[in-house]
């Protein structure tokens, strides 16, 4: 099965700054999420992207299939973005990284 | 549509019980999934049905260990004699299958925190 690899592990910021979290997958996947853990452990959706770039807000992700990573932008953070950031690679189940921990420090 | 629902939200129970999970997925959703998260670890796929039919297991999944989706809508997670090792979150999530039109996101339900004393 495909391999995921997230980086950094951790990542703490001043509120304000910018962020980018990357996702590596082993081999080719024909989905590609971002999650964010809340403090309850529930998985919210964040971008559903096996190609191309996607925008939300504060939020934007882009996913280059044939390069087999994806990246996750986060624009002025703030201390509500803190949490732990999944990306989740799929050929049928989706296989996880091992998340970024993010905090954001006000 | 409300999401993917999971009951219980907690669970304790003593070493060498029973314990029986549900999930009700999306309602137009025919994959659903199960996985097990540990604290500070990924999500860990456990097993996933197309329907009713249960098309793939992983090794995780000891012989204590059974799910169901009987009528392809909502499944149970049952682990027999459980252990402490089998404390953690269990997530259930549904999707489309890959060749719909509308894509394979898969949305997660709030989870069961289950705790084997």
């Known amino acids: 099965g495909i391999q995921v690899e997230q980086s950094p592990p951790d990542l703490i910021l001043q509120e304000g700054a910018n962020s980018t979290l990357r996702c590596n997958f082993s081999d080719s996947v024909n989905n590609l999420q971002w999650f964010h853990q809340n403090p309850w452990g529930q998985l919210i959706n964040l971008f559903y992207?096996?190609?191309g770039t996607k925008q939300n807000g504060r939020l934007s992700a882009t996913t280059v299939a044939t390069e087999r990573y994806s990246l996750l932008y986060i624009s002025s953070s703030q201390t509500t973005d803190s949490g732990v950031y999944f990306c989740?690679?799929?050929?049928?189940?989706?296989?996880f990284g091992k998340g970024t921990k993010l905090s954001v420090k006000p | 549509d409300t999401g993917v629902s999971q009951d219980p939200r907690h669970k304790i129970t003593k070493r060498g019980q029973n314990v029986t999970f549900r999930c009700d997925p999306i309602?137009?959703?025919?994959?659903l999934y199960w996985y097990r998260q540990t604290l500070g670890q990924g999500p860990e796929f456990l097993t996933y049905f197309q329907n009713e039919a249960q098309l793939e297991k992983s090794r995780l999944l000891s012989d204590r260990f059974s799910a169901e989706r009987p009528k392809g809508s909502f499944s149970t997670l049952e682990i027999q004699r459980t252990e402490q090792g089998d404390s953690a979150m269990y997530l259930c999530?549904?999707?489309?299958?890959?060749?719909?039109?509308?894509?394979?996101?898969?949305?997660f339900g709030q989870g069961t925190r289950l705790t084997v004393v």
């Open positions: 989740g690679g799929s050929q049928g189940n989706l296989i």
């Open positions: 999530a549904s999707s489309l299958a890959w060749s719909s039109r509308k894509g394979t996101e898969a949305f």
């Open positions: 309602s137009e959703h025919n994959r």
């Open positions: 992207i096996p190609s």
